[in-house]
């Protein structure tokens, strides 16, 4: 099961895939959700570093989307996760639009060789998908495994980023 941190503000961010949800603490971008997502309430008053925070997600999620690489990332609230899965998100972000790895390799990377499923069930628990780009993480055959999103959406990511 996922965790987050106490949001602070859930914003929609719409694309051409649908909706996504972005959830915020008082330090970053804490979640965000796969559409079809329940589109939150209207939220009357946003703090200018969320409003900013928002829009430079928007901006990354949408490079993602069309398989380019985010120019910028808003700050991320990663605290909702144990320091192993936090070291395994952060060698996340290291892998570029189009570059894979296995789940091995990053248990390798980590310097926690063996630890292939244990990364396997950080992936799971990433807290922000696609920013974090854990859909860029595939079976040592060279197989999709899992995604959080569903194998739908890692495809798609996939793909785009292959073009």
């Not at 099961?1 to 949001?7: A, D, F, N, V």
């Not at 998100?89 to 630890?115: D, F, H, V």
């Not at 069930?121 to 854990?134: D, E, Q, R, T, Y």
Request: charged letters at 20%.
């Amino acid at each position: 099961m996922k965790t987050k941190p106490q949001s602070l503000l859930t914003l929609p961010l719409d694309t051409a895939d649908g909706t996504f949800i972005a959830h915020y603490s008082p330090r970053g971008l804490a979640a965000l959700e796969f559409p079809p997502s329940r589109r939150p309430e209207n939220v009357k008053t946003v703090p200018a570093a969320i409003r900013r925070w928002h829009q430079i997600t928007r901006t990354a999620l949408r490079a993602i989307l069309a398989g380019r690489n985010p120019e910028a990332l808003p700050p991320l609230d990663l605290s909702g996760g144990t320091a192993f899965q936090r070291q395994v998100w952060n060698q996340l972000r290291k892998l570029r639009s189009g570059e894979t790895s296995s789940y091995g390799e990053l248990a390798r990377r980590i310097g926690k060789p063996g630890a292939a499923r244990a990364v396997g069930g950080a992936c799971g628990a990433n807290p922000v998908p696609v920013l974090v780009p854990c859909h860029r993480v595939l079976a040592s055959d060279g197989g999709l495994g899992g995604f959080s999103g569903g194998l739908k959406w890692k495809r798609l990511l996939l793909a785009r980023e292959r073009r």
